[in-house]
């Protein structure tokens, strides 16, 4: 049977291909040992958006070798957030025979051609992390709960702000606060997810006044960072200074920052408007996401107040358990068919949880865990 037959196989419920994969149904440590598995004749295409964040490098990583490590070839491609580049990467990947494919967009609608070419030749289509969107041919979904994650976003700024503790309880603090908000990029099917549950944290706060958005900019379109661009919030940032802070003499007490690189550039900013360089020096609550080691760094030293921890070995994990059930001619198992309607189904998922990280449990959740060590976080680079 050709190889890529695969997701044909996974639909009519095929109980193996008869290519001889004998690893484990589930799971990223798949493969046979003595490396005769059907997985050695599978190759995997990994569309990754962008180097320029250490997540996506992390992710690529995690997913390149829990892939060979279950025995399969793996093509890993990172596209620099260049729309046009990633479909080509995608074209080549199926040019060159690959079996099935996971694929972190950067444009969620953008891949629709790609994925109809890929389906044709019966390629079972793993979307990772972020959802693609308008085409039938997605096949299964990866991610954390996106929604959630938004959620932990604002409770760790309200945390910082001193209105919630660490069970996320009102503190009944009267004390009223400013803050603004800012969103990830439009194009990215999370951005909605990530915001939709920050607002609505948030928005009981708003109605009864103890925190005021002095811009009056809360509309997601208006607030959001094209590509997630650390410049482009940095400019954002310096604009609401100058229009709503007398560029830096007004205070404003936190920034709802949805991911960390966007974080780093409104620091940038405030820092540059004298807002001080340290929380206890001034500085506005800052959230975040995705526990990069810069921004780990900036937490520990007191900098950045927080940001959420999504385990990318996790979600790699994920991804190749869902890629060997393919490789079997299975189909992966879902913990939600819900949520994640992309415009012309709902797509099946597996959405893992995320962790909010302040100052006090960088040890227990980052260090303790191997994600970094001690000396990344004292120096703030990946080693
Ligand atoms: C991911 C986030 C990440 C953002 C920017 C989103 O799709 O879910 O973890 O912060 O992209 O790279």
Avoid: H
Wanted: charged content about 25%.
């Amino acid at each position: 049977m050709r190889k890529n037959a695969l997701r044909t196989a996974a639909a009519i419920g095929a109980l193996t291909l008869g290519i001889g994969l004998t690893g484990c149904a589930t799971g990223s440590t798949g493969g046979d040992s003595d490396g005769d598995t059907a997985a050695e004749d599978i190759t995997v295409g990994v569309a990754m958006p962008t180097e320029t964040s250490e997540r996506w490098i992390a992710d690529g990583e995690a997913v390149k070798s829990q892939l060979e490590e279950a025995g399969y070839e793996v093509d890993l491609q990172f596209a620099n957030d260049d729309i046009p580049r990633q479909q080509q990467q995608l074209d080549q990947m199926i040019t060159n025979g690959a079996d099935i494919l996971i694929v972190a967009s950067i444009d969620g609608t953008a891949l629709a051609a790609q994925l109809a070419n890929a389906a044709d030749k019966g390629i079972p289509i793993i979307a990772y992390d972020r959802l693609i969107n308008g085409t039938e041919d997605v096949d299964f979904y990866v991610t954390f709960d996106n929604y959630a994650v938004g959620e932990q976003q604002a409770q760790s700024l309200l945390r910082g702000l001193g209105f919630l503790d660490e069970n996320n309880e009102d503190t009944g603090q009267t004390d009223p606060k400013t803050i603004e908000v800012f969103a990830g990029s439009p194009d990215d099917n999370n951005t909605k997810f990530f915001y939709q549950g920050a607002i609505d944290t948030l928005q009981p706060f708003l109605d009864d006044g103890r925190l005021t958005i002095p811009s009056g900019q809360i509309d997601m379109d208006t607030v959001s960072t094209l590509r997630w661009d650390q410049a482009t919030a940095q400019k954002r940032m310096e604009d609401l200074l100058t229009s709503t802070y007398d560029g830096g003499a007004k205070p404003l007490d936190g920034v709802l920052s949805p991911y960390d690189g966007i974080s780093r550039g409104i620091i940038t900013a405030l820092e540059n408007a004298g807002y001080g360089s340290t929380l206890e020096a001034g500085l506005p609550v800052l959230s975040g996401q995705d526990a990069e080691i810069a921004s780990v760094k900036m937490i520990n030293d007191g900098v950045q107040y927080a940001t959420i921890f999504k385990d990318t070995r996790k979600l790699a994990a994920q991804a190749v358990e869902a890629a060997t059930a393919y490789a079997e001619g299975e189909e992966p198992e879902a913990n939600d068919t819900e949520t994640y309607d992309n415009g012309v189904k709902v797509v099946p998922s597996f959405l893992l949880e995320s962790d909010i990280v302040v100052a006090d449990n960088i040890a227990s959740l980052l260090i303790d865990s191997g994600y970094w060590t001690e000396e990344e976080v004292a120096a703030g680079v990946a080693q």
